[in-house]
């Protein structure tokens, strides 16, 4: 089992960054890939970023690439989002997830544990 638990949310202005941060507990963490996904209200899930166990590979959604980057830090359990030039379209609740598979092609139907989601509000 593994539990996940998202921090850094926040308000921001629009040209602002944030950088959310996800902590893993639980005894299953080794080889798992990580992603980031967000939703905002009245849409779907939607894939951000992943990246694989190791870090040696990332994937970004079209529309965050060159503004957000993924990193983790598996002594630590955690992973991050580092979100600059933030635009208001990208409010919405972010959530980590796991996919057991490894993989940088991380998708909403692939993850086997979720957290809770942090808020992200970007102000025009």
């Known amino acids: 089992q593994m539990q996940l638990v998202e921090s850094g949310g926040g308000l921001v202005q629009a040209g602002g960054s944030l950088r959310l941060s996800c902590a893993a507990s639980g005894s299953t963490f080794r080889s798992y890939a990580m992603g980031w996904f967000r939703q905002a209200p009245g849409k779907e899930r939607e894939f951000v970023a992943a990246i694989t166990w190791s870090g040696g590979s990332t994937y970004y959604a079209d529309s965050v690439k060159g503004r957000f980057t993924i990193s983790r830090d598996n002594a630590k359990k955690t992973w991050y989002l580092q979100m600059n030039n933030l635009k208001p379209e990208d409010t919405a609740r972010y959530y980590c997830?796991?996919?057991?598979?490894?993989?940088?092609?991380?998708?909403?139907?692939?993850?086997?544990?979720w957290g809770q989601g942090t808020q992200v509000t970007v102000s025009s």
């Open positions: 997830a796991a996919d057991p598979r490894g993989v940088a092609t991380v998708r909403v139907a692939t993850c086997d544990y």
